[in-house]
């Protein structure tokens, strides 16, 4: 089984940003071990947006500092790219043109009275922590959503 780990960005990855940050990622897991043991280990960008990290539990478990490792690169790579990956006072949702927006929390009130969010709008649920729930819990409807509380 895949643990995983989803870092959302503020701004959509550029073509040439996705090339660059893939590259670094591939650097990155190419070393990263946990107890001295490779990590069978890869990653994802998806929808311009979202970076995911996974690691095959099965066959070595990610540990304390080999999590921190992965934390620390990623913390460069936000720095480097400013992607804000660790604001958690973003939400980010699909929009009725199938289009990926992000919002600041502050804003959810005023979008969901405008209609451009309502109980049924996609969100995105970045606390998952496995495949599975990757491709059954990712997206989300708002009213299902911890992001509800901020309507």
């Given amino acids: 089984m895949n643990r995983i780990w989803i870092y959302q960005s503020k701004k959509a990855f550029t073509p040439s940003e996705i090339e660059e940050i893939s590259g670094e990622l591939n650097e990155f897991i190419s070393v990263w071990a946990a107890h001295k043991k490779?990590?069978?280990?890869?990653?994802?960008?998806?929808?311009?947006?979202?970076?995911?990290?996974?690691?095959?539990?099965?066959?070595?478990?990610?540990?304390?500092?080999?999590?921190?490792?992965?934390?620390?690169?990623?913390?460069?790579?936000?720095?480097?790219?400013?992607?804000?990956?660790?604001?958690?006072?973003?939400?980010?949702?699909?929009?009725?043109?199938?289009?990926?927006?992000?919002?600041?929390?502050?804003?959810?009130?005023d979008l969901k009275k405008s209609g451009l969010i309502t109980d049924q709008t996609r969100v995105f649920n970045n606390t998952i922590l496995d495949e599975n729930e990757l491709s059954s819990s990712w997206k989300i409807p708002f009213k299902e959503s911890g992001f509800a509380v901020f309507a």
Avoid: T, W
Wanted: with cysteine; charged share 30%; glycine share 6%.
């Fill in 38 to 109: 490779k990590l069978h280990a890869g990653f994802e960008i998806k929808y311009g947006h979202f970076i995911i990290l996974f690691v095959n539990q099965d066959e070595v478990l990610a540990s304390g500092c080999s999590i921190d490792d992965s934390i620390h690169f990623m913390q460069k790579l936000d720095k480097k790219y400013d992607l804000s990956l660790f604001d958690r006072r973003q939400m980010a949702f699909v929009d009725d043109k199938g289009e990926i927006r992000i919002c600041h929390l502050n804003d959810i009130p």
